[in-house]
């Protein structure tokens, strides 16, 4: 490849001749202008920001050009190859910790796959192999490592096999590294689906219930090359590197992530689509940030309960003429999915209700007008986890239902005290932000009060009850008493007992103050419960 010496501006405390191959790479690459800088880093080689790269002291002071040009090139390549972007980077950690490795060890991990990666590209793309791999000569050992399989060792046999590779001979490696050496190199899935994988391989090194390396065992087999060695195998090869300050290192990682920098609401919301054309649902348990388990649950919910919700829309009077109103017992291809999943283009993830028990009450005469719609969701401790995400799925489900109705929303959200968080608002967006922050972080179910609380609401509403409460406590004398007045005040309540199977008594006495009640698995989606009962509304 050409270049042109002044295409790409380039400020630069670097001599000229490496300024000059910095603006080849640049070019190569078709990247903007980015600075570089000597500077003291520690114990890092090198490093890069957004738009600027860092060489340590002692990388100019003790290293060849060719390796001063290696380290250049290495660390523009991750603003455009990997990570390439920091909302990519985003998404990388995102994927890493969902799939359970340590928020501790993301930087290490995801270095080690980058790193691994450019080199490999570096290697076989560009014009000036030669001096790359001169340059990676000197900085990484060569030396297959026997020790127990760790990150380190993985590293550094992936390494040499990546360089034995590029010079066209064979390198044996152990079972689980050259699982990895495939994901890495041959497979031609997108990137993301080979990180997940990877991910899972590398979290039991990272996972600190357990020992930090693992035995080879009988999965080590034997390394070298049996054939004529090159000109750069002959050279010495060190079984040490060094860091900027001239010590010994094992392998050459950034401290931290290329790309780090504050994300914007924006650059979430990028992460957040992603994300959800990957995942149908995201570890409940891990620590992705709230702002993007915000917006992931929001595009997760919909990515529900829009097809459904559309379906309903088009398909319920002929349903409504042919099977009656929409149920628990019938199934999605009465609503003819299969049009309108073709329309919106995706998949909706298992949400049968199968294993949903339903309270056969008689049918009921709707609201008269628009009514109130009133969600009551239950955020105590034992509804953390999968329960609450589940419940985010629903009632965001209830608010895009309400939003085509254009029926005014209420939030109450209760655990050990009572919190009403929206107020017959027709303000739906605002709605969305609010339900999809919710988290079970209270300590009881003060269930009585709660209903206390509704009782006061008047007529004309639609109330949602979603609640992990025992049965027992929704039909004491007076909980359930406040129940038929609310009913008796033309109010139809829908119950949601999620996780309680009903029993006889329950199910007997309960009919008379319920307009429908449902009895959910934990882990159950029951979106298309409550669109079908907003639905049956009017």
Partial sequence: ??????????????????????????????????????????????????????????????????????????????????????????????????????????????????????????????????????????????????????????????????????????????????????????????????LIELARIFKNWYDS???????????????????????????????????????????????????ERKLTKEDIEKVADKLSDIYDDLNPNKNLGKDLKQEFRKRRAKKIALPLISASQSNYQKQLKSTGTWNSNHSFQELDLIGTLNTFGILIPDITTKRISEIKVPKQSSLKNKPHIVIVADTSGSMSGVPTE????????????????????????????????????????????????MEATGYGTNIHSTIKYISKLGSGNAIFILTDESNNSLIQKETYRLLSEIKNNKNNIFLYCIGKEFTSEFKKAIKPVITKAYSIPTDQNYSDLVISNIMSLS
């Fill in 209 to 259: 219930s357990i020992p930090k390396s693992t035995p080879r065992g009988n999965e080590e087999q034997s390394s070298g090359l049996d054939e004529q060695e090159t000109d750069s195998e002959n050279k010495e090869h060190g079984n040490n590197t060094q860091n900027g300050n001239g010590k010994n290192n094992k392998k050459i990682l950034n401290p931290s992530l290329p790309l």
């Fill in 390 to 437: 589940r419940m985010i799925d629903a009632i965001i489900a209830i608010n895009a239902a309400s939003k085509r109705k254009e029926w005014p929303v209420s939030l109450i959200e209760f655990n050990d005290s009572i919190t009403l968080h929206i107020a017959k608002s027709r303000d739906y967006y605002q709605n969305e932000e609010i339900m999809s922050k």
């Fill in 1 to 194: 490849m050409s270049h042109n010496n002044s295409s790409t501006p380039v400020r630069t405390t670097l001599l000229p001749e490496y300024n000059l191959f910095l603006r080849y790479v640049l070019d190569h690459y078709k990247l903007p202008h980015i600075n570089c800088e000597i500077a003291d880093i520690g114990d890092t080689i090198a490093c890069q920001g957004y738009s600027i790269i860092y060489l340590s002291n002692g990388l100019v002071q003790n290293f060849s050009q060719n390796t001063i040009k290696t380290v250049l090139a290495h660390e523009t390549s991750h603003r455009t190859l990997f990570p390439g972007t920091t909302v990519e980077q985003e998404l990388h950690i995102a994927i890493s910790k969902n799939e359970g490795i340590e928020k501790k060890h993301v930087p290490e991990f995801l270095n080690i796959i980058y790193d691994l990666l450019i080199d490999r590209i570096n290697l076989l793309e560009m014009e000036w192999q030669d001096t790359y791999i001169y340059g990676l000569e000197e900085l990484r050992p060569w030396k297959f490592s026997d020790e127990d399989i760790s990150p380190d060792t993985i590293f550094q046999n992936l390494n040499v096999a990546m360089v034995y590779d590029y010079y066209g001979h064979s390198y044996q490696l152990g079972i689980t590294e050259q699982n990895i050496f495939d994901l890495l190199y041959t497979d031609q899935r997108a990137f993301e689906k080979r």
